[in-house]
């Protein structure tokens, strides 16, 4: 990844600890991984053990397992069949379990959509969408940002009583976004209007923009905790022979520790991106028009009116805020996962 | 002011003064070796400031390390400062008024808000359907995701998959959860109706009567929930070490008790890890709460943070808000404290 990096030592010293990475990370992944699968296999399910001899176990293991594949799965497939479902098929009993429209693939109507053109013409989505993907961009990219720059201060820089300024950012982890929730609306609203319009003449107020709604969750305490411990952990020897070279800090971070701590950084943004999609209680309070709300706010508002009169149209628009979501963790669920784990077994 | 900060001072006061202080021993390693070269860089700069002026000067400021620790950590700090740390104060402060938002001045009311609150039923009713529902939905999500990691962890094919699509639930929209679980509780035609009536048992009123909406919304949040305590579970089956089975078994264990001589105090720091971290969580549990039930019905469903919320921006009651707000935070410091103590006596003892 520095291949931009002019700087032969550095790279040599980089590819030299990404070929030890990669020994270790084989050897790590070993206890989990197929290649030591017969020896971790003799230990925990010994030959003569009835858990292994006797297929009867396996047979349960799998059977709980289908129970609690069916026990998740069955209302996120309610939910996507609900929304192909006609009126007369949302109120039949006993429910409909196919939908009319999936059962003759090649009919008239086949793909049966009409639930969600009714659910897209009922509430402005497409702004919704739009709304949600610039709060999800700006809060994500905002607490990428300060969670390197802070975690690089933290980890490289030097500075007096750098200890007590860390701990300081650490108690903001102690105050949570619900406690705050009055008191940033006040200060972004009433505080701020009666501020600017004192000093300049104008009002500002952040309640139903665009930065009102990220500009709080913008700053990240866990971010700079976790970014920090990966940069940490990153190879001395390499950065201090591009510091030799004479690489600038900010050289450094682009070019070196951010490249090199690539897959921490891919898994806090993917967490920080569904936080930020997913965000509900802040932009409720802090929205006043249709135009300003992302799509957990539209939706809420959709089935307060809907509500429980026309199910089919509800849960179509239910599935425009979590499909996008299942497809990214179809798409990086290894991430993700281990990602989470790792944090909370190695915190 | 900044210019003054003569770097080479400056790396040598903190240099011997920080150093030891840090985490990982490589940092203060690191640090030196690489003085010198700042030092070489300052004075570079310094040479040229004559010749090409404001730019080097700019650049001197720039490259020194103090700065740009400051300039790294500004954004960060000054958000916080506005966004977490001013507001909790504003909220205390707050919570000592009497204001609707409205008039132009908050009345100063001194604790009557505090007073109010602990002085009311509807209050009590609150703390006590917070701790039911902290109670229900933490029990509820940390046994059944341990349970379900115990299985992930045989080896068992498809597993993997299964991890995956039970974790799912966590990442999703709780507003969008709790829409599709609402057509599931449809005493009519929800599924639930449906699968119960298969084992000849009648629906019960689930959101309409106050008892069920409790255990409804508990349903809702652990089934969300599971997959996080499972994954994380499953994370800590993995990391103990098998010669301890090896061992357990050689005395003559059977499952049960290697179960619970083995694993159950090897993953002593994930259990502490899983219930902070879930009991956190269902504290600030908002977005199920206030889909589903609104609070309701009477109240049954509201805790302490749908509370927060209720007096703050439905009745408009800043001060109420505000003091209930303060009662939250209180709650989840104690929980974060008592934490904190008993990890610090687990690391004493370990």
Redesign the interface.
């Known amino acids: 990844m520095p291949s931009r990096n002019p700087l032969a030592a550095a790279r040599t010293g980089y590819r030299a600890w990404a070929d030890r990475q990669r020994h270790l990370g084989i050897a790590a992944s070993a206890?989990?991984g197929p290649s030591a699968?017969p020896a971790?296999?003799d230990?925990?399910?010994?030959k003569p053990?009835l858990?292994s001899r006797l297929p009867f176990d396996?047979l349960l293991?799998?059977a709980?397992?289908l129970i609690?594949?069916a026990?998740?799965?069955?209302?996120?497939y309610?939910?996507v069949s609900?929304a192909f479902k006609e009126y007369a098929e949302?109120?039949?009993?006993?429910?409909v379990w196919i939908p009319q429209a999936w059962q003759n693939p090649f009919g008239p109507d086949a793909l049966g959509f009409g639930n969600f053109v009714e659910a897209w013409n009922a509430a402005p989505f497409g702004r919704f969408y739009i709304n949600t993907i610039i709060i999800t961009l700006a809060g994500t990219s905002g607490e990428l940002?300060?969670?390197c720059?802070?975690a690089?201060?933290?980890?490289?820089?030097?500075?007096?009583?750098?200890?007590v300024?860390f701990v300081i950012?650490l108690?903001?982890l102690?105050?949570?976004g619900?406690?705050?929730?009055?008191?940033?609306?006040?200060?972004i609203g009433?505080t701020l209007r009666s501020i600017t319009s004192n000093l300049l003449g104008v009002e500002v107020s952040g309640i139903n923009t665009y930065w009102g709604i990220f500009?709080?969750a913008?700053?990240?305490?866990y971010g700079?905790f976790l970014i920090r411990q990966a940069f940490?952990g990153l190879p001395?020897e390499v950065?201090?022979a591009a510091?030799?070279e004479?690489a600038?800090?900010l050289r450094l971070l682009w070019d070196m520790v951010i490249p090199m701590a690539r897959p921490v950084l891919i898994t806090y943004a993917l967490i920080s991106a569904?936080a930020h999609?997913?965000a509900?209680?802040w932009p409720?309070?802090v929205t006043r028009t249709q135009e300003m709300r992302p799509?957990?706010?539209g939706?809420?508002y959709l089935?307060d009116t809907e509500g429980?009169t026309n199910?089919g149209v509800?849960?179509a628009a239910?599935c425009f805020?979590?499909l996008p979501?299942?497809l990214v963790?179809i798409w990086a669920?290894k991430f993700?996962?281990d990602g989470?784990?790792?944090g909370?077994?190695k915190? | 002011m900044l210019q003054e900060n003569d770097p080479t001072v400056s790396r040598s006061a903190t240099g011997t003064g920080k150093a030891g202080g840090q985490p990982g021993g490589a940092d203060a390693a690191s640090a030196r070796p690489s003085g010198p070269l700042t030092g070489a860089e300052a004075g570079g700069t310094t040479a040229a400031t004559a010749v090409t002026g404001r730019q080097s000067r700019f650049q001197k400021l720039f490259r020194s390390e103090q700065t740009l620790f400051l300039l790294f950590i500004l954004p960060n700090l000054v958000l916080f400062t506005t966004f977490s740390f001013w507001p909790l104060f504003f909220n205390v402060y707050l919570s000592l008024t009497s204001w609707n938002f409205l008039t132009p001045t908050r009345d100063f009311i001194g604790l009557d808000n505090y007073r109010y609150l602990f002085g009311n039923n509807e209050f009590w009713t609150v703390m006590r359907t917070t701790l039911i529902y902290t109670i229900g939905a933490v029990g509820g999500a940390v046994s059944l995701g341990l349970l379900s990691a115990l299985l992930l962890n045989q080896k068992l094919k498809f597993r993997t998959p299964v991890r995956a699509m039970i974790f799912a639930p966590t990442l999703l929209s709780g507003v969008a959860i709790s829409i599709v679980w609402f057509y599931i509780f449809d005493p009519r035609v929800g599924l639930l109706r449906e699968m119960l009536g298969w084992i000849g048992v009648g629906s019960p009123p689930w959101l309409r009567d106050p008892q069920w909406a409790l255990v409804s919304v508990i349903i809702v949040y652990v089934w969300k929930n599971l997959g996080f305590a499972a994954v994380i579970y499953l994370a800590g089956l993995q990391g103990i070490p098998k010669d301890l089975y090896e061992a357990a078994k050689v005395d003559g264990a059977n499952a049960f008790q290697r179960f619970f001589a083995v694993t159950w105090p090897q993953l002593g720091s994930i259990h502490f890890f899983v219930m902070v971290t879930s009991i956190l969580g269902t504290l600030q549990s908002f977005d199920i709460i206030r889909t589903l039930t609104a609070g309701g019905p009477v109240n049954a469903t509201t805790n302490l943070i749908y509370y927060t919320y209720q007096q703050s921006f439905i009745n408009n009651n800043a001060g109420r808000g505000a003091s209930a707000a303060m009662v939250l935070f209180a709650v989840m410091l104690a929980v974060t404290v008592i934490q904190y103590r008993i990890s610090e006596r687990r690391t004493h003892y370990a």
């Open positions: 206890p989990t699968s971790g296999d230990i925990s399910h010994p053990s858990l396996r293991g799998y709980l397992m609690l594949t026990v998740m799965i069955v209302p996120l309610w939910m609900g949302i109120r039949a009993i006993p429910p940002i300060n969670g720059l802070c690089y201060a933290f980890a490289f820089l030097r500075f007096p009583f750098k200890t300024i950012i108690m903001a102690m105050i949570p619900e406690v705050t929730t009055l008191p940033n609306y006040i200060s009433s500009l709080p913008v700053s990240t305490a700079t940490l001395r950065l201090e510091r030799l004479g600038g800090h569904v999609w997913n509900y209680l409720l309070v799509l957990t706010v939706i809420s089935f429980n199910y509800v849960m239910t805020v979590v979501l299942i963790f669920q993700i996962i989470i784990a790792s909370a077994t915190g």
